[in-house]
């Protein structure tokens, strides 16, 4: 058998080079993966009606170079209609269109958070912890494209700055219920939207009810749009009855809402009371089962809902509940978004969520609000945890005792793909989720949710949402004096904020992990948390301290049978021996290379032969070093690992150069410096620099 076969499981796709002995350079192209076009922008409402003089000043406003818009006004007056409509008729924005509502159920959302959405979209996966080096890759991202950002809700200056594109060509639109006028120094153009004129106002009612019917009855069209101040939600919301109620006359409509607006003492000086009025008299007309679905949605800390977790929450049939979901579409207090799966997705108006919400307050008792929100919990628990034993096994070993009999639950995915992105819907709202599990004391319940979404922390990196989710799941695991989950939530918890460059916090949450397995007399956790107590420490320049934790974890892993452990801890001694035994830490990479091929771990042997490559260049043994660094480079390019490669082929432009191979040197810096530029802008830079000399 050659010596250069690589074994294992490994998939190589791309860059694949498998070379015995090599004469001469070998020039390592990385084709550069074409980034997907994100294309968010919610679809234009059917019924969007005129706004011409408004569009116009738009216009004007862009043509004479603004790039930054914010469009203002009360709630219910169109104005995300509005922006999505200008947005969409500026053209198709080749380098995409991005969305973000920041009037979500979790209340403030992070610019962190969602930068990192935006960046996943352009298919940057794993976005750095920092804000400073996230904003930088958001400009470096959007400075040659032109881009279309709707930011939905904001509220404060603050949240809009950092999400603004750099690109010339780029164009940003913010709606906002305050007029932002800070934003002017940063170019805005602020717009009042106002009601609909008159003629406006009939002819959206005409959309719904149909213009014979409006043509027919010109009074009483004229009373129910001024019932509505012309407004477009109160609008759509009564002429949402019209067509749902066909020989309803529009008299008898326009007669309810006045008669409620009157009750609930509403005044023109108020319009913003109109919208409540409206919503009333639409919830009024529905029917009970639909009423409670109403309610009940009101009550849920997530941005989307579908048939499926409706039927959870409600305990409907699926039929049940997708029929009383259109219902609700039909009338206006949902709005449908793109189809996925068996049924469609839907997502409250904003105006809705708190209506619904009293309405579960008024009409439903505390123990049933309650229950809507642990059957909510239930159900991501139960398909989460499918998700993560399909994405990651060896995570999820920890008994799921709070359910006595779980439900049975068909996930919507079947494979690893669907599972990932399942997983990643919840982002934006698990936080909200775990926070409502804390607050009813159902601890069991929150440290295994936040354990269910492990695969979505160690794939995609959400650092806030990873550090906040397991201090809560922290303090419900000790809450339950549930040991094992405090170890968990401890070694998962700090290998986030290692990862997000906190050492310190990592090495507090690390020290309390080590701890914890010592009092339990659990070897391998011990083990664990001092591999990551050194890792830590020789992260933050101190190998002196790093050492005796990584020779104990070695130790004890060695003692109790875990060869994986002992090859990982192994490298990372190898690792701090570079600097000034390179021949020791050959060895020591060569030991921990055949220790995980052993146990089948192709990916992590292909790191250690990468770094084996290494030390063996700095040897002086360049050409055996170039070759086993591109034949561990091959591997990490079959398992898509972005930082390993980028890594890989900074080394193997050391070797090149030392060498004397100037050429290929530089070939391989520039292609470490584009895999760089999307994880860790920093280290592209500095590769940038050993380029820029050659």
């Not at 129910?224 to 009564?238: G, T």
């Not at 009999?405 to 919840?426: I, N, Q």
Request: with cysteine; aromatic share 6%; charged share 20%.
């Amino acid at each position: 058998m050659s010596g250069n076969q690589i074994g294992g499981s490994s998939r190589l796709t791309g860059l694949t080079v498998q070379a015995g002995t090599v004469f001469g350079g070998i020039h390592h192209h990385v084709p550069p993966t074409p980034l997907p076009v994100p294309r968010q922008l919610p679809v234009t409402p059917g019924h969007f009606t005129d706004r011409e003089r408004d569009r116009s000043v738009l216009d004007c406003a862009r043509a004479a170079g603004t790039r930054l818009l914010v469009i203002s006004g009360i709630g219910g007056v169109g104005k995300s209609a509005l922006a999505i409509r200008w947005l969409s008729s500026q053209g198709l924005y080749d380098g995409g269109q991005l969305h973000v509502d920041l009037s979500g159920p979790e209340g403030l959302v992070p610019s962190e958070a969602v930068l990192r959405r935006w960046l996943r979209a352009f298919g940057i996966d794993r976005p750095p912890a920092k804000i400073g080096e996230l904003t930088g890759l958001w400009r470096s991202v959007t400075a040659t494209r032109a881009v279309a950002v709707l930011i939905d809700g904001a509220t404060a200056p603050e949240q809009v700055r950092p999400l603004l594109p750099s690109g010339a060509d780029s164009t940003t639109v913010v709606t906002s219920r305050t007029a932002l006028r800070e934003l002017a120094v940063d170019g805005a153009v602020i717009h009042q939207l106002g009601p609909l004129a008159q003629q406006a106002a009939l002819q959206l009612l005409s959309k719904f009810a149909g213009q014979e019917r409006i043509a027919a009855a010109p009074g009483d069209a004229d009373r129910l749009a001024d019932a509505c101040y012309r407004l477009p939600l109160p609008l759509v919301l009564a002429g949402a009855r019209l067509t749902s109620h066909p020989h309803r006359s529009v008299a008898t409509v326009a007669d309810a809402l006045t008669r409620r607006s009157t009750a609930a003492h509403t005044h023109f000086e108020d319009p913003a009371r109109m919208i409540n009025t409206a919503l009333d008299e639409t919830y009024q007309e529905l029917e009970e089962e639909t009423r409670q679905i109403y309610r009940r949605l009101g009550l849920l800390p997530v941005h989307e809902v579908d048939p499926d977790m409706t039927a959870a929450v409600c305990e409907l049939s699926w039929e049940r509940a997708e029929w009383g979901l259109e219902v609700l579409a039909e009338e206006q207090l949902l709005e449908p978004l793109e189809e996925q799966g068996a049924g469609a997705r839907y997502r409250l108006i904003p105006a809705a969520r708190d209506h619904a919400r009293s309405m579960a307050v008024q009409h439903d008792s505390e123990h049933d609000r309650v229950l809507v929100l642990r059957r909510l919990c239930e159900w991501i628990l139960a398909i989460s945890t499918q998700a993560q034993f399909r994405l990651t096994p060896a995570q999820a070993t920890l008994r799921r005792s709070t359910m006595a009999t779980p439900p049975a639950v068909e996930p919507p995915f079947d494979d690893h793909s669907g599972a990932l992105a399942w997983l990643e819907s919840y982002e934006g709202s698990l936080l909200e989720v775990l926070r409502a599990a804390e607050a009813a004391r159902w601890d069991e319940l929150t440290w295994q949710l936040v354990d269910s979404f492990w695969p979505l922390f160690l794939r995609r990196h959400p650092y806030e949402l990873w550090s906040a989710a397991h201090e809560i799941g922290l303090a419900a695991a000790r809450r339950a004096h549930n040991d094992a989950a405090v170890r968990q939530m401890l070694s998962s918890g700090a290998i986030g904020l290692s990862a997000a460059g906190r050492l310190d916090e990592a090495i507090g949450w690390y020290a309390q992990a080590l701890e914890a397995a010592q009092d339990h007399g659990d070897p391998r956790d011990e083990g664990q948390a001092l591999l990551g107590l050194g890792s830590c420490h020789l992260d933050a320049g101190r190998p002196h301290e790093a050492l005796p934790l990584l020779a104990w974890a070695i130790t004890l892993w060695e003692k109790c049978g875990y060869p994986r452990g002992v090859a990982l801890a192994t490298i990372v001694l190898g690792e701090i021996a570079l600097t000034d035994e390179p021949g020791r830490a050959l060895k020591l990479f060569a030991r921990a290379h055949t220790i995980l091929l052993e146990v089948d771990d192709p990916y992590d042997a292909a790191r250690a032969l990468v770094l084996q490559g290494h030390a063996r260049a700095l040897t002086g043994d360049v050409e055996d070093g170039i070759r086993e660094m591109t034949t561990g480079l091959a591997t990490l390019s079959g398992a898509g690992s972005t930082r390993w490669r980028a890594r890989a082929l900074e080394l193997l432009g050391h070797a090149h150069l030392d060498k004397g191979d100037a050429t290929t040197a530089r070939d391989c810096y520039q292609h470490a410096e584009q895999l760089y530029e999307v994880i860790r802008p920093a280290d592209a830079a500095r590769v940038r620099s050993l380029a820029a000399v050659l």
